[in-house]
């Protein structure tokens, strides 16, 4: 039996500051000029969710790696460390 | 909190943690921040850490309640197909005895959580919860402290080491480190596998506290750029799948859907059989290799550790170097305050002492490695598909003569890739670790 990406971050321990310290600065570029889009597949937490005519940014998973930051094609995404204290905090590590 | 320190240092982990306990041991008077909500919240390894080094910090590690998973007594490296692959380890009774410690596992949450409370006791002022977003500079640019996300949160320090690991935003705003390019990190995630300690004892044939790491390389991560590791904790295993950044962006695969792959994988699957996943967290690996190391060192400023990204991807070894990088950094700022001067000149020292040192040596030996497995692909793809395809002929036992078989393998290993890039391959990889 597969675990889903929900099932994985379920098992995390998140305080999740209402304010995002993800954004994509132009929502259009995503949907216009990026083709690949690989934000949707290498992001480990699934943060980047295609839907109907944009990419939500869900913020509250966030494992706080980075790779969006550089990886994106367009460099499309503001990214910053959560405010002190929130976030991910590993038990295990 | 305008108040005035002699070292402010970025990030708790190995390496601002080993520089804030020998320079507190040298009543240099310190301040540590964190961002996250304690020590180690935020960081992640495979979870390997070395022996040698802490005890050049921490001499008497041993006593002070070292919160270590297994002492490490075997190191196995795995070659894999889909269907298997090959086992090649090395386990020897001397480091469970008088090399006890040469390596060991721990899980990163407590062990620095640990490893910032011995420098608190020392007297480092450890803030964990503090995020650093920008450093304090003079008119001439020199580093003067850090601005943190606190409200009048300005530290100044007479010098800052930047220690805040291989993601690290800070490093790029303020230009210290450029940004990292994507073929430059690793993207890797980890589960940790509970199982009760006698299950993890029997199934890698060990006791009394020691354990074994696997490294695994092959196909096993979608024909990227990449590795796995298994390591056995007390109680539990960590299991980690990763690849280059970059490699991910352009094959489209999911990591939380390859560490799944990795689980089920016949090598692996039995080893965690029954076990349930703990934790998922996610992290890079400054994979860059020495060409991608910044300036070490300027006006008012070091840095040490991943943030100087400082990783032996071959020998799977980083904490040690940021341990070493942290130890000599703080080393360096000792004298530094001594001397009344802590310019880029009077700071020189640490690059000097770096590069004396096993950490730029053994960056330097291997700098072709990275480079060396993004353009041999066929190591994650054609190679252990032909490594199978010889391992199963010689181990069937079938009528058909070896000399027969050998030439099977020949014609299926040349049917894989050619003979030319089979020499090159073997010609570039032992330039890139000669």
Same mark, same amino acid.
């Given at each position: 039996?597969?675990?889903?990406?929900?099932?994985?971050?379920?098992?995390?321990?998140?305080?999740?500051?209402?304010?995002?310290?993800?954004?994509?600065?132009?929502?259009?570029?995503?949907?216009?000029?990026?083709?690949?889009?690989?934000?949707?597949?290498?992001?480990?937490?699934?943060?980047?969710?295609?839907?109907?005519?944009?990419?939500?940014?869900?913020?509250?998973?966030?494992?706080?790696?980075?790779?969006?930051?550089?990886?994106?094609?367009?460099?499309?995404?503001?990214?910053?460390?959560?405010?002190?204290?929130?976030?991910?905090?590993?038990?295990?590590? | 909190?305008?108040?005035?320190?002699?070292?402010?240092?970025?990030?708790?982990?190995?390496?601002?943690?080993?520089?804030?306990?020998?320079?507190?041991?040298?009543?240099?008077?310190?301040?540590?921040?964190?961002?996250?909500?304690?020590?180690?919240?935020?960081?992640?390894?495979?979870?390997?850490?070395?022996?040698?080094?802490?005890?050049?910090?921490?001499?008497?590690?041993?006593?002070?309640?070292?919160?270590?998973?297994?002492?490490?007594?075997?190191?196995?490296?795995?070659?894999?197909?889909?269907?298997?692959?090959?086992?090649?380890?090395?386990?020897?009774?001397?480091?469970?005895?008088?090399?006890?410690?040469?390596?060991?596992?721990?899980?990163?949450?407590?062990?620095?959580?640990?490893?910032?409370?011995?420098?608190?006791?020392?007297?480092?002022?450890?803030?964990?919860?503090? &995020?650093?977003?920008?450093?304090?500079?003079? #008119?001439?640019?020199? !580093? *003067?402290?850090? +601005?943190? $996300?606190?409200?009048? %949160?300005?530290?100044?320090?007479?010098?800052?080491?930047?220690?805040?690991?291989?993601?690290?935003?800070?490093?790029?705003?303020?230009?210290?480190?450029?940004?990292?390019?994507?073929?430059?990190?690793?993207?890797?995630?980890?589960?940790?596998?509970?199982?009760?300690?006698?299950? &993890?004892?029997?199934?890698?044939?060990?006791? #009394?506290?020691?354990? !074994? *790491?696997?490294? +695994?390389? $092959?196909?096993?991560? %979608?024909?990227?750029?990449?590795?796995?590791?298994?390591?056995?904790?007390?109680?539990?295993?960590?299991?980690?799948?990763?690849?280059?950044?970059?490699?991910?962006?352009?094959?489209?695969?999911?990591?939380?859907?390859?560490?799944?792959?990795?689980?089920?994988?016949?090598?692996?699957?039995?080893?965690?059989?029954?076990?349930?996943?703990?934790?998922? !967290?996610?992290?890079?690996?400054?994979?860059?290799?020495?060409?991608?190391?910044?300036?070490?060192?300027?006006?008012?400023?070091?840095?040490?550790?991943?943030?100087?990204?400082?990783?032996?991807?071959?020998?799977?070894?980083?904490?040690?170097?940021?341990?070493?990088?942290?130890?000599?950094?703080?080393?360096?700022?000792?004298?530094?305050?001594?001397?009344?001067?802590?310019?880029?000149?009077?700071?020189?020292?640490?690059?000097?002492?770096?590069?004396?040192?096993?950490?730029?040596?053994?960056?330097?030996?291997?700098?072709?490695?990275?480079?060396?497995?993004?353009?041999?692909?066929?190591?994650?793809?054609?190679?252990?598909?032909?490594?199978?395809?010889?391992?199963?002929?010689?181990?069937?036992?079938?009528?058909?003569?070896?000399?027969?078989?050998?030439?099977?393998?020949?014609?299926?290993?040349?049917?894989?890739?050619?003979?030319?890039?089979?020499?090159?391959?073997?010609?570039?990889?032992?330039?890139?670790?000669?």
């Amino acid at each position: 039996m597969t675990m889903k990406i929900e099932d994985k971050l379920f098992l995390d321990r998140f305080r999740v500051d209402e304010e995002s310290h993800l954004r994509i600065i132009n929502g259009q570029i995503c949907m216009t000029e990026c083709k690949g889009q690989p934000c949707l597949y290498f992001c480990p937490a699934n943060v980047y969710r295609l839907e109907k005519d944009y990419i939500s940014v869900n913020h509250e998973g966030c494992l706080e790696c980075g790779s969006c930051r550089i990886a994106c094609p367009h460099l499309n995404i503001e990214w910053r460390f959560p405010r002190g204290g929130y976030g991910i905090s590993h038990k295990f590590g | 909190m305008k108040e005035a320190f002699d070292v402010a240092i970025v990030g708790a982990g190995p390496a601002g943690t080993s520089a804030a306990c020998i320079l507190a041991g040298a009543g240099v008077k310190t301040i540590l921040f964190e961002r996250g909500e304690y020590p180690g919240a935020k960081n992640m390894s495979g979870g390997v850490l070395y022996g040698q080094e802490l005890a050049r910090v921490l001499p008497d590690f041993a006593e002070r309640k070292l919160p270590i998973e297994r002492n490490i007594i075997e190191s196995r490296l795995w070659y894999l197909s889909k269907e298997g692959g090959y086992n090649l380890g090395y386990r020897d009774a001397i480091f469970a005895t008088e090399r006890k410690h040469n390596v060991f596992t721990v899980g990163r949450a407590r062990f620095d959580r640990w490893y910032a409370e011995q420098a608190r006791q020392k007297g480092v002022l450890v803030v964990p919860g503090t &995020v650093v977003v920008d450093l304090l500079r003079d #008119g001439s640019g020199r !580093v *003067t402290g850090v +601005v943190t $996300g606190r409200a009048e %949160g300005e530290v100044t320090a007479q010098v800052t080491l930047l220690a805040d690991g291989v993601n690290s935003p800070l490093a790029a705003l303020t230009g210290f480190r450029r940004e990292v390019k994507p073929e430059h990190v690793a993207l890797a995630v980890k589960e940790v596998i509970d199982l009760p300690a006698e299950v &993890v004892d029997q199934r890698f044939g060990v006791s #009394g506290g020691n354990g !074994v *790491t696997t490294e +695994v390389l $092959g196909d096993i991560v %979608g024909g990227m750029n990449g590795v796995g590791v298994l390591y056995t904790n007390s109680a539990s295993i960590s299991l980690c799948i990763g690849a280059n950044l970059a490699d991910f962006a352009t094959f489209k695969l999911k990591p939380y859907e390859l560490i799944e792959e990795f689980k089920q994988h016949p090598m692996v699957a039995p080893l965690i059989a029954g076990g349930k996943s703990l934790e998922y !967290v996610a992290h890079w690996l400054p994979e860059g290799g020495y060409d991608t190391i910044p300036r070490l060192y300027g006006d008012g400023y070091l840095i040490a550790g991943d943030s100087a990204m400082l990783f032996n991807a071959p020998h799977r070894e980083g904490s040690n170097l940021a341990m070493a990088s942290g130890r000599m950094a703080a080393e360096t700022v000792i004298e530094a305050l001594e001397r009344g001067d802590c310019s880029r000149k009077s700071l020189a020292d640490y690059g000097e002492r770096m590069a004396q040192s096993f950490v730029l040596q053994d960056m330097k030996k291997y700098r072709g490695f990275g480079p060396f497995l993004h353009h041999h692909k066929e190591i994650f793809n054609e190679l252990p598909r032909a490594a199978t395809f010889a391992g199963r002929e010689m181990i069937t036992v079938n009528g058909v003569s070896k000399r027969e078989k050998q030439k099977l393998i020949f014609r299926n290993a040349r049917k894989e890739t050619s003979l030319l890039k089979y020499l090159k391959l073997l010609w570039s990889g032992w330039r890139a670790v000669k």
